[in-house]
């Protein structure tokens, strides 16, 4: 799986959009980009993924650059209970059994009031 | 969305008595679920991967026969750390692998805080 590289602390004021860009200039064809978030002493939570195109849903939208080598999570209003650790993974999606994912440091969000 | 189940969500045993650890799909079947571990202020690892009917599969450094893992159903698999010790102690999370038609996600359960005294 292709290596992300992320910042390792965000702020962002709630009712702001908060914008967590990730690297991953070693991304294959073939791999996606999926975002997860983790709540303090929760498991990871699911939030988008996508493979080439822009995807948007309910949680947030994520916008991938034309080469693939960078995308940004866009959390349109931050709230406070978006504070979490957001990981940015790149990985094979259609894979027979599914792999496991292999976590990074992530970026660590804060959400001020 | 999907729904995985993890039993219990916290527990505190002694030094040397086995712990089982309940990972559930709830509302889906999972050919594929994972293990992880996660220490304090660090990322998950992955532990193992399992697959229904057959033998789990370790990463290296993990004993197979301290964390034994049972995958005997599509909805159930089962993490016991056998002869636990404080150094153990940890949050273990388990995911399950749902394919969407386009490609595969992956969704966790709550996790499980051990403590070992």
């Known amino acids: 799986d292709a290596k992300t590289t992320q910042p390792t602390s965000m702020d962002c004021a709630e009712g702001r959009a908060a914008n967590l860009p990730c690297n991953h200039s070693t991304i294959s064809g073939n791999e996606y980009v999926y975002w997860y978030r983790q709540i303090h002493s929760q498991g990871p939570q699911y939030i988008i993924h996508g493979l080439k195109n822009n995807e948007t849903n309910e949680m947030a939208s994520l916008i991938i650059t034309e080469d693939r080598k960078s995308s940004t999570l866009i959390l349109p209003h931050a709230t406070l209970r978006d504070t979490a650790v957001y990981y940015c993974i790149v990985r094979v999606g259609n894979s027979n059994s599914g792999y496991a994912l292999n976590f990074g440091k992530g970026t660590s969000l804060l959400v001020t009031p | 969305g999907a729904v995985v189940s993890q039993h219990p969500s916290w527990v505190i045993c002694k030094s040397g008595t086995s712990v089982k650890i309940e990972c559930r799909s709830l509302d889906f079947q999972a050919t594929t679920m994972f293990w992880y571990r996660q220490f304090p202020k660090q990322s998950l690892m992955l532990m193992a991967t399992s697959n229904e009917g057959s033998k789990a599969t370790y990463e290296q450094g993990v004993e197979k026969d301290k964390f034994l893992i049972n995958h005997a159903s599509l909805t159930l698999s089962t993490l016991t750390v056998t002869s636990a010790h404080p150094e153990d102690s940890s949050f273990y999370i388990c995911?399950?692998?749902?394919?969407?038609?386009?490609?595969?996600?992956?969704?966790f359960g709550p996790g499980t805080r051990l403590t070992v005294t």
């Open positions: 995911s399950a692998t749902i394919h969407t038609g386009s490609s595969y996600e992956q969704y």
